[in-house]
């Protein structure tokens, strides 16, 4: 059997790749300011390559953000409901998905026939990196069908052939029945999630999660599984082979990165409509591929016609965690290291909450749970001028006494590796809440996440 979906690309040299992609890209560039107004507008005076044979074209043309897509669709023009970025008229559109609407309004992408084949594939290309094959039954426990990740994933799973058991939106007590009597071997679920079954299936079964069968997880939806403690209790708590952690956006493609079997970063998945970029988030400045490099994902969907985008700032912050691996995939392999959405300032530091969880967890792993709570004064705060509140949960094995030992250390450790002032707050075990979706690490004082 093959290692790949898409043999051809997903082993093709990274720097030959983005070659052949520059090619692609010319024609749908070339048509993209007379498929829309807002792309019009976008690059009036930008100077279109005639061949751009070399990746680097893009270098030279303007980014788009969320807010212009948001600020587009409320517009509210007869027969564009998706912007002024629609590219094609609305009876072509055939499928419509929303965003979750976690940072804003939810924004509303639209899919041709085309789209969706063209999304099908490149989602079938990273499940299978991430071990999905057609023996397989996929427990799928996103709720909502119409977000990036709950029908483009079923289609996914369905395109390599495996059995499709979309039981997400389910009380969890029936979640943790279903599993085991369908036989799942494999589980697509929120990081959060996949821990909460974790700590919570005895509980509400009788039974630790290892008893329901499962052999991998697909997380993602969130930062998460890139921290090896978190990873370990999920892989513990279900008794699992293998954990995988995917991601991608519904504005470009619900699914573009995905590990592989070694678990040591995502490889990228969309080669064949969409194309990546690094940049630097403070001067936009392109960074190369290189093991080590950090900056945002910036994204150019070449092959998408009903809503297209073109540089596309993601607001995803990546970290290369290598540029080769034993699966023979080229395609360098990230983390994601936070968003820019969630970036809290402590007086002239910028610091991601992953971040604070990251160091924590690193240091005093055995000590705390991987919970902690981040505290706003209100929703709109970016900027700490105090210390920042932080409350930790306690492991069963640390004894109360020494919880303010510990809460100390904390403050240390979060102070010389990331240069901010924190006033941790170690609570007892089971103090903080746990949900059966995304898991926030920033709340606000009056309640509201």
Sequence with gaps: MTAYWDPELETMPWEELLRWQAGQAGPWLAALPGRSRFHQAKLSGARLPERPEDPGFLADLPFTT???????????RPGEPFGRHQGVPLAGVTQVLSSSGTTGDPLNFALTAADVEVWREGIATGFYAAGVRDHDVVAHLVGLPGVAGGLPYADGFRRIGAALAWIGGRPTEQIVRSIPRLQATAVLATSSFGTYLADRCRE????DASSLGVRSLLGG???????????????????????????????????????????????????????????DPATGAVVPWREGAEGEAVYTTFAREATPVLRYRSADHMVVTATACPCGRAAPRVRCVGRTDDMLIYKAMNVFPSAIRDVILDRFSGRVEPYLRIWKDDPRQVRFDDPIAV????????????????????????????????????????????????TPLVHVRDGGP
């Design 204 to 207: 509400l079964t009788g039974s």
């Design 221 to 279: 939806g969130e930062p998460g599984l890139a921290q090896p403690e978190i990873r370990e209790k999920v892989r513990e708590g279900w008794g699992l082979e293998r954990v995988h952690e995917v991601m991608g956006l519904g504005d470009v493609m619900s699914l573009l990165w995905a590990e592989c079997e070694d678990e040591g970063g995502m490889h990228f998945c969309g080669q064949r409509s969409v194309m990546v970029e690094l940049v």
């Design 66 to 76: 969320k807010e212009e897509l948001r600020v587009s669709q409320q517009e509210r």
């Design 391 to 438: 409350d930790v949960e306690a492991s069963r094995e640390l004894p109360a006494e020494r919880y303010g030992e510990v809460a100390a250390g904390i403050e240390r450790e979060l102070r010389a590796r990331l240069q901010v002032q924190t006033t941790v707050t170690l609570l007892e075990p089971g103090s903080l809440p746990r949900t059966a979706y995304k």
